[in-house]
């Protein structure tokens, strides 16, 4: 579909600007390579006899409790993110990236990966919650970050084995290695999920494009205020209204681009990048 002519308006401005794009990315962008969303049914998990939510299973406090049970939680996600594939979406912002060079940040709330397997760089990619490939230890001990072990097939949900266990301990403390992705209970900080590096580049933006994202989440929803009260440009890419849209909306210069990432973006990043 052609670009409608106020969103041309608003991205013609930009391009001739020379500014800064931040593009915010959600669960929309990767839900089109058949990820499913976070918060949908396969989420849930029994422990015992108990049924739990992702809400429940996606915290600190249950990692303390049942470290095992999180952790076949999170393989069997992991085993799903391992399949799919990046798509057209991911790979117009990878040419956006290309074209704006250091005028572009990626701020990504998927820990699935397919922004760096389309090709985004890992220096200007933000993965403010996290990011499946890597795990870290759960004490903190100071080993950094270090590769998801290969723990080879499973069948879905299987249980640990003792060579799996060994491979999810702390080489250095032998305390459990963990996930690298930010909990529910959790606070956002900088040397994990780039914290002040994410609201210093909402701060700097010309153009906010958010793609595939409600905001349910506080940091996201910050850089959208951040960026509206700051007088950006803001295009919200989306099947749906959303808190993004709204903004778009009441902005001097916002588009609500209704559509999905893979229909909408590659004609948007032409438009920016030329
Ligand atoms: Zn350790």
Redesign the pocket.
């Known amino acids: 579909m052609a670009l409608e002519p106020r969103l041309r308006e608003i991205l013609d401005e930009v391009r001739g600007s020379g500014g800064r794009v931040v593009a915010l990315t959600g669960a929309g962008i990767s839900a089109e390579s058949g990820i499913p969303t976070f918060r949908g049914k396969e989420g849930f998990w029994v422990v015992g006899s108990r049924n739990h939510m992702p809400q429940e299973m996606a915290t600190h406090a249950m990692f303390l409790m049942e470290p095992g049970e999180v952790w076949r939680w999170y393989l069997h996600r992991f085993g799903v993110v391992r399949h799919a594939a990046p798509n057209a979406g991911h790979e117009a912002l990878v040419r956006l990236e290309r074209a704006l060079g250091g005028r572009f940040t990626l701020v990504t709330q998927n820990i699935d990966g397919l922004h760096r397997r389309a090709g985004a760089s890992e220096s200007r990619t933000y993965s403010i919650h996290g990011d499946a490939a890597w795990v870290r230890?759960?004490?903190?001990?100071?080993?950094g970050l270090l590769p998801l072990p290969d723990l080879g097939p499973r069948d879905a949900g299987s249980p640990l084995s003792a060579g799996d266990r060994a491979r999810l301990t702390?080489?250095?403390?032998?305390?459990w290695?963990r996930p690298h992705v930010l909990w529910f209970d959790e606070c956002y900080d900088e040397e994990n999920y780039r914290f002040e590096s994410t609201l210093r580049a909402a701060a700097q933006a010309d153009l906010l494009l958010v793609v595939g994202t409600s905001g349910a989440t506080n940091l996201p929803m910050r850089v959208g205020q951040l960026c509206f009260s700051g007088g950006s440009a803001l295009v919200d890419v989306n099947p749906e209204e959303n808190p993004f849209s709204e903004l778009a909306e009441r902005s001097a210069r916002g588009f609500f681009a209704r559509g999905s990432a893979s229909a909408r973006l590659p004609e948007i990043v032409e438009a920016l990048a030329g």
């Open positions: 230890c759960s004490n903190d001990c100071g080993v702390c080489t250095r403390c032998k305390g290695l």
